[in-house]
C-alpha cells in the first residue's frame, strides 16, 4: 500500500504565495521513495484534471506546464519521502484541488500513467 498525503491548501488571496507537502508512506514507498517521479496535478469544477508540474525521482529534472512557469517550483526531499509544490504570485485561475501523484522511475505529463495518487488539497485563490 502507498499512502500520499497532501497539505498546505487553503483560501489565500491574489498576488500571495502558498507552499504544498507531499509526504509518501507506506511499505511499497517508504524505502524506494528516490526511485519515484513526483507529481502534481490539479482540477477546478466542472473541468478536467491538468498537469501542473513533475521532478524526477533523482531531482535532476523538472517539467512544468506554462500557465504556472516562473511561478510555481516544484522539490523534493528524498530524506523526508515529501514533494514540494510552492506557489507564488497566486491568480484566481489557480484555485482547484491539488493532488499529488507517483510514478516508477521518469515522470509523464500524462495522468493516467501515474501509479499512486494523493486525496486532494484545496487551493482556493480570491481575486
Known amino acids: 500500500q502507498v499512502l500520499l498525503v497532501e497539505s498546505g491548501g487553503g483560501l489565500v488571496q491574489a498576488g500571495t504565495s502558498l507552499r504544498l507537502s507531499c509526504e509518501a508512506s507506506g511499505p511499497i514507498i517508504q524505502n524506494t521513495f528516490g526511485s519515484y517521479s513526483m507529481a502534481w496535478f490539479r482540477q477546478a469544477p466542472g473541468k478536467e484534471r491538468e498537469f501542473v508540474a513533475a521532478i524526477l525521482y533523482n531531482g535532476a529534472s523538472t517539467n512544468y506546464t506554462n500557465s504556472v512557469k516562473d511561478r510555481f517550483t516544484i522539490s523534493r526531499d528524498n530524506s523526508k519521502n515529501t514533494v514540494y509544490l510552492q506557489m507564488n504570485s497566486l491568480k484566481p485561475e489557480d484555485t482547484a484541488t491539488y493532488y499529488c501523484?507517483?510514478?516508477?522511475?521518469?515522470?509523464?505529463?500524462?495522468?493516467?500513467?501515474?501509479?499512486?495518487w494523493g486525496r486532494g488539497t484545496q487551493v482556493t485563490v480570491s481575486s
Open positions: 501523484a507517483a510514478k516508477f522511475f521518469k515522470f509523464s505529463l500524462v495522468s493516467e500513467e501515474y501509479d499512486y
